[in-house]
C-alpha cells in the first residue's frame, strides 16, 4: 500500500460541507457518481445533499398511527450507503492525525457486526491502508461482499448479532501481530464524537428548520438503538440545547441486556447486544425499550414489496411519499422507527412534539434476508401487509419500557465492568470517572483541538 497520507474533511466540515474549498467539493460531488472509489469521496462523508439540506423523511401519521412527528434522518445517501462510514472515517483519521498510525506500515483491524466493518474497509482502502474486518458468520451475505468490493478481506466469529464477545477475542488476537492497529468502534471515542458533532448538530438544524415551516414546536426526543452506542451520542448534543428532550436507547426484546441483564441471538443486523459499550454515556439516557426482531423484519419488508406499497397507498399514504420511502429503511431502520412510536405513546407526545431517529441503512443491506423470509414465511399478500401496518405500526404497545431512575442508570453502567474491567484492560477507576459528567465534556471539548491538528497536516501537504 502507499505511504502517502490522505487527508479528508473535519468534524465541522462533515457539518457544515459548505465550508470544504468549492475546488474540492465539486470534485467530491461528480465523483459520487462517477468514480465512488476515489479518495475525495471522504468529502461526502455528511447528512447533507449537494444542496446543503439534511437527508431527512418525516413519517406521515397514516404509517405511524401517532400525530406527533417523527423524523428519520437518512443514512443511506453516505458514501457506503450508511453513516457508519462517518464514525470509520472520524477514527481513523484521529488516528493518522496523531500519528499513531500510517499507511503502507499499519494494518486496521475493525471490529463490527456490519456497517462498521463496511466503512471500515472502504475509509481503510481510500486511505491507503490495508483492512480486515471482523464480523459473525450469521450477517447478512450482502454484508461480506461489499467489504470484498472495497478492497477490504474479512474473517468470520461464531455466532450472530450477539456475539461480541467472539468478536474482541478476535480483535485481541490479531491486535498481537506486528504493525497491527484494531480501531475498536466500541471504545473508540471519535465514534462518539461523530455523532456528538455531526448527527447531533444537524439534526438540531433540521429542527429549526421544520420549525420555520410549521411543523413542530419542541424537540422531544431521540431515539436510537445503540449498536456501539455512537449514534445515540447524537441525544446528547441534541438535549444540550434542548433541555427537555429524552434520549431513548432500544435493544432487541430477543436480547434484553441493559432492560433486564438479558441475553440471546436476534437478527436486528447492526444494534449488538450482551454488553454495554465504552463509549455509551449511559447517564444521559431516559429509557430503554425493546422491539422485536420479527416486528422490524417484516415492517422493513412492508417498505420493500408492491403489497406493501399498495396497502400503504389504501391507508392514504400518497405516491410521492411512497415512491421516496421505497427500500429506505434496513432491519435497525425500522427498529428505530417503532421505538420512537412507543415512546411517543408512552410520553403522550402529540402534535407540535418532534421526535428524531435515523435509517442506518437501507434495504439493500438485506436482500437475502428479504429472500430468506419468503421462502421461510410465503409471500406477502396486500391482506397480510394491511395487517402488518396494523399489528407492527399504528398497535405497537408500550411493553417492554423501562425509565432511566438513579437505580437503572447505576445498573447499566455497572454492566460495562463486566466487559471492560475484567475481559478488556479498562480499570474500575475509569470507570468510575465516566459517571461524571466532566468527563464526556472533556472528550466533546477535543473536536476543535482534532479539527485543528487535521487542517494543519492537511495544510502542510497540500
Known amino acids: 500500500m502507499s505511504s502517502q497520507l490522505i487527508w479528508g474533511p473535519t468534524f465541522d466540515e462533515m457539518l457544515h460541507p459548505e465550508k470544504i474549498s468549492a475546488q474540492t467539493r465539486k470534485r467530491a460531488l461528480e465523483a459520487e457518481k462517477n468514480d465512488p472509489l476515489s479518495p475525495v469521496n471522504l468529502f461526502n462523508i455528511t447528512w447533507k445533499d449537494a444542496a446543503g439540506r439534511v437527508r431527512h423523511v418525516l413519517l406521515p401519521p397514516e404509517i405511524t398511527g401517532v400525530d406527533a412527528a417523527i423524523c428519520v434522518l437518512v443514512g443511506s445517501k453516505f458514501p457506503t450507503g450508511s453513516h457508519k462510514v462517518g464514525a470509520t472515517y472520524s477514527c481513523t483519521m484521529e488516528r493518522q492525525a496523531s500519528g499513531t498510525i500510517q499507511p503502507g506500515k499499519h494494518r486496521l483491524v475493525w471490529p463490527s457486526t456490519g456497517n462498521y466493518g463496511i466503512g471500515g474497509a472502504y475509509v481503510g482502502g481510500r486511505m491507503g491502508y490495508d483492512s480486515l474486518v471482523i464480523l459473525p458468520e450469521q450477517m447478512s451475505k450482502e454484508r461480506f461482499d461489499m467489504i470484498a468490493s472495497y478492497g477490504g478481506k474479512f474473517v468470520k466469529t461464531p ?12 480483535a485481541n488476537e490479531l491486535a498481537k501481530e506486528r504493525d497491527t492497529i484494531v480501531v475498536n468502534q466500541f471504545a473508540e471515542f471519535g465514534n462518539y464524537r461523530f455523532h456528538y458533532h455531526v448527527t447531533g448538530n444537524s439534526a438540531l438544524e433540521l429542527f429549526e428548520d421544520l420549525k420555520s415551516r410549521g ?39 430477543q436480547c434484553p441486556t441493559l432492560f433486564s441483564n438479558g441475553f440471546g441471538g436476534h437478527d436486528i443486523q447492526g444494534i449488538g447486544d450482551k454488553h454495554v459499550t465504552w463509549i455509551h454515556n449511559t447517564d444521559n439516557m431516559d429509557a430503554m425499550i425493546c422491539i422485536d426482531e420479527w416486528d422490524c423484519k417484516k415492517g422493513m419488508q412492508i417498505f420493500c414489496e408492491e403489497a406493501g406499497f399498495e396497502a400503504l397507498a389504501e391507508y392514504g399514504v400518497d405516491s410521492d411519499q411512497l415512491e421516496c420511502m421505497r427500500g429506505l429503511f434496513g432491519i435497525s431502520g425500522i427498529c428505530n422507527i417503532l421505538g420512537a412510536i412507543k415512546m411517543v405513546k408512552y410520553y403522550g407526545l402529540g402534535r407540535g412534539d418532534v421526535v428524531f431517529t435515523v435509517a442506518t441503512d437501507s434495504a439493500s443491506r438485506y436482500l437475502s434476508v428479504l429472500s430468506d423470509m419468503n421462502r421461510e414465511l410465503g409471500r406477502m399478500e396486500k391482506a397480510e401487509a394491511s395487517l402488518r401496518i396494523e399489528s407492527i405500526f399504528h398497535r405497537q404497545g408500550l411493553d417492554y419500557i423501562s425509565e432511566g431512575t438513579r437505580h437503572a442508570r447505576d445498573c447499566w453502567a455497572n454492566l460495562k ?7 478488556q484492560g479498562r480499570t474500575a477507576a475509569e470507570l ?16 476543535a483541538e482534532i479539527d485543528r491538528m487535521i487542517g494543519e497536516r492537511r495544510g502542510a501537504v497540500a
Open 432 to 447: 468510575r470517572a465516566q459517571r461524571s459528567p466532566e468527563y464526556w465534556h472533556k472528550e466533546r471539548g477535543r473536536i
Open 417 to 423: 465492568y463486566f466487559t471492560w474491567v475484567e475481559q
Open 215 to 253: 411543523i413542530g414546536t419542541r424537540c422531544a426526543g431521540f431515539v436510537s438503538a445503540m449498536g456501539s452506542a455512537g449514534t445515540i451520542a447524537a441525544g446528547d448534543r441534541i438535549k444540550e440545547a434542548h433541555a427537555g428532550c429524552r434520549i431513548i436507547g432500544l435493544e432487541p426484546v
Open 159 to 170: 455466532g450472530c448479532e450477539s456475539n461480541v464477545k467472539e468478536i474482541y477475542d478476535k
